[in-house]
């Protein structure tokens, strides 16, 4: 395994749309394995192959805490789909390719999914609360929208300059 670099906005590939996967083989199964890997150093609860710059549709999420590992187990999958909401819940989120910002979120409380495993089964998954947010989160990125995305254009613009400035002083160092 190894731990991948994650673009961060305003990096212009996260804008990008990704593409299905054909099944998940062996490559796939190595870059979510890769992906997982990069999401606990990163620290973070979810990444989409496309914050890692691969452009398939991917993601992997874990919202288990250290102490709940043996609960927990991560979901790796490739193709997901929502395919049923309901509700409405206000979320504080943030982002590894949005770093050290946070705003709260509007997202549906209860969502339905289906997607490939990392067996290459198909499987059905209900969510609500933090797993429906991580996962509408990272299905999000497979599409090429950012959880800043749905904030207003004053909100998303102070973020993004935000983090060109930090960006900018990183560069200099």
């Given amino acids: 395994m190894a731990i991948l ?18 099944d998940v083989d062996l490559t796939i199964r190595q870059l979510m394995d ?6 606990y150093a990163a620290p973070g609860v979810g990444l989409a192959a496309p914050q890692v710059g691969i452009l398939k549709q991917v993601i992997v999420v874990d919202i288990g ?14 193709n997901p789909e ?16 949005v770093p050290d910002q ?16 990392h067996n290459n089964r198909k499987i059905h ?3 609500t609360e933090l797993l429906a947010v991580c996962l509408q989160h990272e299905i999000d990125h497979l599409q090429g929208t950012l959880f800043i995305d ?8 102070i973020i ?14």
């Avoid at 670099?5 to 054909?22: E, G, H």
């Avoid at 890769?34 to 999401?39: G, K, P, Q, R």
């Avoid at 929502?82 to 509700?87: K, Q, V």
């Avoid at 946070?102 to 495993?117: K, T």
């Fill in 34 to 39: 890769d992906m997982l890997e990069t999401m």
């Fill in 82 to 97: 929502i395919i049923r909401t309901e509700g409405e819940l206000l979320w504080k989120e943030g982002c590894l390719s």
């Fill in 125 to 127: 998954l209900e969510a």
């Fill in 160 to 173: 993004l300059q935000k983090l060109k400035k930090a960006k900018e002083a990183k560069e200099q160092e």
């Fill in 102 to 117: 946070v705003a709260e979120v509007l997202r549906a409380a209860v969502i339905e999914i289906r997607a490939l495993d």
């Fill in 5 to 22: 670099p994650i673009l961060t906005a305003p990096d212009k590939r996260l804008k990008q749309k990704s593409l299905p996967v054909a």
């Fill in 150 to 157: 749905h904030l207003s254009r004053l909100k998303r613009a």
């Fill in 65 to 78: 805490s250290e102490q709940d590992k043996q609960i927990h187990t991560p979901l790796l999958l490739a």
